[in-house]
């Protein structure tokens, strides 16, 4: 009789104890993936010129994730070759927000860019017709005052705003509003907003198919779900120019600087279908070897890659609690920005079993394909 006692009172305890840890789990405080993008946003100092002032979450999505290209329509101005310098002035929707590469199809140097009241950018390629890459404006949805000056005998044949080839700062798949955080999202996205996504290591190399021209290659190449991509090119000998991808110039290269000939490009986050990679050689040879590398980019990979940069992670699809998302993102602050950790809050939402978890996709994911540009055209 005295066991059963001691048994049904286990029983009792036991039981309490398990309420009361169910009690406890529901009262954490977790972080969405629409907050965690607010917190990153902010956090980058990205807001003020990237956001509208009635913005939506899609905003701050779009901001992050890119995806998006504008063509300028250049109206009577294009292939004009000017007899005097002149400045001409363009208004431009910006339907999403985003941080936008600026690339213009010139001739002649300097020519002189700007938008709204951010820094002018100059062009600097002197050898003949160039896709040159003008920089990244971060621009807020809505309309910019674009402004162009031309120096005699120059002109411009092309003009283009993409954050395509930007590096992408979003969870696999895109973002989902309501969705928890966890910390292989929140890993992910911290790794690619420091672009260090080329740090993660290689898992294979990409067949790739080939068109040559005259001081051009161009690698035609598919793509696995959400890769992370870096190109690695060898050079027999000195040589400069620039390599782009779809629809943005991702690097310029100058092989006189680089060891051995060797240029290896900075990782870019690329979406699942086929991609271009095309090369210019403004001078000397072109690459005796052109290799693209898929980095491992697993959730797990991830979250060991920021832990050796000093970040407390769990397990990678465990849930993030608010304080720890919070001393995350102070601690991505001060990586990125070298300051102390500004005032940006994370705001909470409770904590839901994966099941209840929304199952449609309120947002998009940002996997349009868009038309790449054709250099040899």
Known sequence: MKGKKLTVRSLIIGVALFFSSVTASHAQQYV?????????????GWEADGIPQQPTLQDYFDLLSGR?????????????LGVLPDTITYNIVVQHSGRYRLIAYVYGNPLMFTIDNQPTASSTLTNGWNYEDMGTFVLKRGIHKLSITIPKGGSVNALYLSSYAENAIQ?????IANKALDYGTEARTMAMAMNSTGQLPVRLQLPSAIRAGQNVREFIFQAPSDPVINFNMSFPGPSKGYVM???S??????TADEPDFQVNLKAIDLAQGQHIAYLKVLSGQLPASFIINQHNDTPDAYVALMRSKGFSMGFAYQYVPLQNAQASLGNFI????????????LA???????TELPSQRALRTYKESISPMRPFE
Do not use: H
């Not at 969870?171 to 973002?175: E, T, V």
């Not at 001060?334 to 809050?345: D, G």
């Open 32 to 44: 969405s993936q629409g907050a965690w993008a607010v917190g990153l946003v902010r956090g980058l």
């Open 68 to 80: 998006n290209f504008i063509t300028v329509n250049l109206g009577d101005y294009k292939t004009r």
């Open 171 to 175: 969870p696999q798949g895109g973002w």
């Open 245 to 247: 991808v779809d629809n």
């Open 249 to 254: 110039i991702v690097m310029t290269y100058n």
């Open 334 to 345: 001060v990586q990125v920005t070298k300051n102390k950790p500004s005032a940006v809050s």
């Open 348 to 354: 909470a939402m409770p904590v839901v079993k994966e």
